[in-house]
């Protein structure tokens, strides 16, 4: 027998003994006419953001169907949008009832909702066509995993507030429980599961992270010039040896400083000189370090650029820069003439005692020993970092986030001044401040992920019953404490939308005043505690790598009640512009 009678052979045998199989294998090949579904849709919260990651599943006359591709159900996508197509049998669409099922942890499951099928005519093949579309609203549901991540943040806060541990450690810490929990109970029951590990990686702010280490990059650079002690020197000289002239120009170079650079970096810049000012007056740092990261949090307000949540407001509404200037500079100059009265009073009584016998002899005593030591390497930092300040300016107009501008300043620096990276990451990157920032983020985005954030947006939007008075009040004052709580970064992204649709919603929101409430909420409310703001964070930090320490509660005690006057301040103002 030849080859080609064997192959024959095998063939006719395979037809004889798989009859069956055979038959299957040339439907799967050409199954026919079919009936073909297109189904497009997104599933929402209540304010209008898309749900991500939850499943989709289609029931046609009560009966689950697959769709085509390798998974069982559809899963929605980043902004909660999802696309799927459905091949049946010939005539099942035809008159069917088709329903839609979601699901998904910490949310409630979406009982079948009807969908209506648009006949799209047949194809090449005779398949019949048929599209649909679902937008769907989800609702949030108090499960486990809500009262967990409430716990847990109420928790680091109470560790931080009564320094029961470092503030990095009880921040790592809660972001580690979370974890935990979601992954070990979770596994066992949804309703524990409170955070995935990709969406505690990607609530990390890298823009804020990747900000804050070029700037201290920077900052360590140029202490190598003498020019702090410098500035020290001008300073001192300028006020004459007045403690109380040397706080208030202070804290208005901070406040000036902050709304063209943001508060964050004027804070990276300042702290080096108020130190060496301290020292040689031998006054204690803190007394003029709280009142300069206060003055920057207002003056940061200012401009779009100043102060975090601004960023995030001027790029979601569209807002310019000059819009901010135009809106919010008067009342930042009140908030700035009642923050230097308040501080100049405050701490009248370490000013009294601080070391200033003869001013003449102490004024040439520092020039002679806070001289520039490195004029080259000076000229290098100044044109670096006026290349990155013009970036700052810039960055709306390039689209780029301010972390880039950061960055590519301190790496050219480095570059062009040829100063060791290694130790500026070893000295001069605080590196327990990023860490805290990231274990901070984590146990703020499991709040969120579980709804509390959403909730107390919700409640806002319950209250204010279609009153523009009610939504601006509402909206500073919620801002303003929930900020000082739990960082002003993600609470303002939370509210972003929310404040677009009462701006939609509420007559008279048109012109925009919620957005100013938002904004001046957010940054003035930061000033609260030591976690309410980055810069609050930096300051304590380097604070305490200097040896001076920083109590939560100490920061609360001179803070909390220039901030709430200053909160009240902005509602006035507002209730009077609008």
Known sequence: MTKRHGFFLLIFLWLILFPGLSATTARAADPGPQDRLSLAGSILNTEGRGVKEADVEVLVNGRHVRPEGKKPTIVTGSQGGFLAQFHLPAGALAGARVEIQVKKPNWRDLPSA????????????????????????????????????????????????????????????GAAVIMFISYVAGTFNPGYFVLSFEDAMRAIDMNVIFLLMGMMIIVGVLKKTGLFQWLAYQSFAMARGNIYILA????????????FLDNVTTMLLMIPVTIEIAGALKLNPIALLIPEVFASNVGGTATLIGDPPNILIGSYANLTFGAFLHNLTLIVIIGMVFTVAFYLFWYRRPYKEAEVKDVERTTAYMKQEYRITDKVLLIKCLVMLGFTILLFILHGVFHMEPSIAALTGAMLLLAVSGVDIVEMLEHEVEWPTLVFFMGLFIVVAGAEETGLIQFIAEWVVHLSQGNLVVAVVLVVW???????????????????????????SIPGAESGVLWWALSLGACFGGNGTMIGA??????????????????????????????????????VYLLLAY
Not at 143 to 148: E, G, K, S
Not at 479 to 501: E, G, Y
């Open 114 to 173: 009807p969908v209506t099928l648009l006949p799209g005519g047949q194809d090449q093949s005779g398949n019949n066509l048929f599209q649909a579309q679902a937008h769907l609203t989800l609702h949030r549901a108090v499960t486990p995993a809500f009262w967990i991540a409430t716990l847990v943040l109420l928790l680091v806060y109470g560790l931080i507030a009564f320094e029961l541990m470092h503030r990095t450690l009880a921040a790592f810490l």
């Open 248 to 259: 208030g120009i202070l804290m208005v170079i901070t406040a000036v400083a902050s709304a």
């Open 478 to 504: 919620v801002s303003a404490l929930a900020s000082a709580a739990i960082d002003n970064i993600p609470f303002t992204a939370t509210m972003l939308p929310i404040v677009a649709f009462l701006n939609q």
């Open 534 to 571: 980055s810069a609050n964070v930096v300051t304590v930090g380097l604070a305490e790598k200097a040896g001076y320490h920083i109590s939560f509660m100490a920061y609360i005690k001179a803070c909390m009640a220039p901030m709430l006057v200053t909160v009240a301040m902005a509602t």
